[in-house]
């Protein structure tokens, strides 16, 4: 009789234990870059010094843009995407501007650049290619956006305008 007690014991153990990571698995979105998928965790350098990473911003929208000095698409939707941070950031959303450093010619150009095209919206470096080793895959600018979860909602490569962005954001406002 002991014997059996312990069989079912046993035995729900491990239909507990197996129900769970089943359960862990189907419920969680996989980890990647495409629509659906939880974003990859990131951390880099901010320009005032400080580490900052993706993971931190759970609980908030985030709008992430990958971009270069040098790149002229780049530059024209810059002071868009800082309007769209001052616009939304009271309403849980962060626009993150993250340059793709080890792209450019040198790394002062960033730095330049951002000297003279001053904005309020946080500035990441990838200074080691991490960020685009895992998030570029077709080309500058590259646009994600990002839900409270964590899950990737839509990706734009390209250009983004200020009606493209207003338009993935309704939703999630």
């Not at 931190?56 to 780049?74: K, T």
């Not at 001052?86 to 790394?107: C, L």
């Amino acid at each position: 009789m002991v014997r059996k007690v312990i069989s079912a014991i046993v035995i729900l153990v491990a239909v507990t234990v197996i129900g769970s990571i089943v359960y862990q698995t189907v419920s969680s979105p996989p980890v990647g870059v495409n629509q659906g998928e939880e974003a990859p965790d990131i951390e880099l350098m901010r320009a005032e010094g400080e580490s900052m990473s993706l993971s931190d911003q759970r609980g908030d929208f985030v709008i992430m843009n990958l971009w270069a000095s040098w790149c002229e698409p780049c530059i024209r939707e810059f002071p868009m995407l800082d309007e769209v941070h001052q616009d939304y950031q009271d309403e849980g959303m962060q626009v993150i501007a993250v340059n793709m450093t080890s792209y450019e010619r040198t790394p002062d150009e960033a730095v330049e650049f951002l000297g003279d095209h001053p904005v309020s919206m946080p500035i990441l470096f990838d200074e080691e290619g991490e960020a685009a080793d895992v998030y570029l895959d077709e080309g500058l600018p590259t646009t994600y956006f990002i839900n409270e979860e964590g899950i990737i909602v839509d990706t734009i490569v390209g250009e983004v305008t200020r009606d493209m962005v207003e338009e993935r954001i309704q939703p999630f406002l």
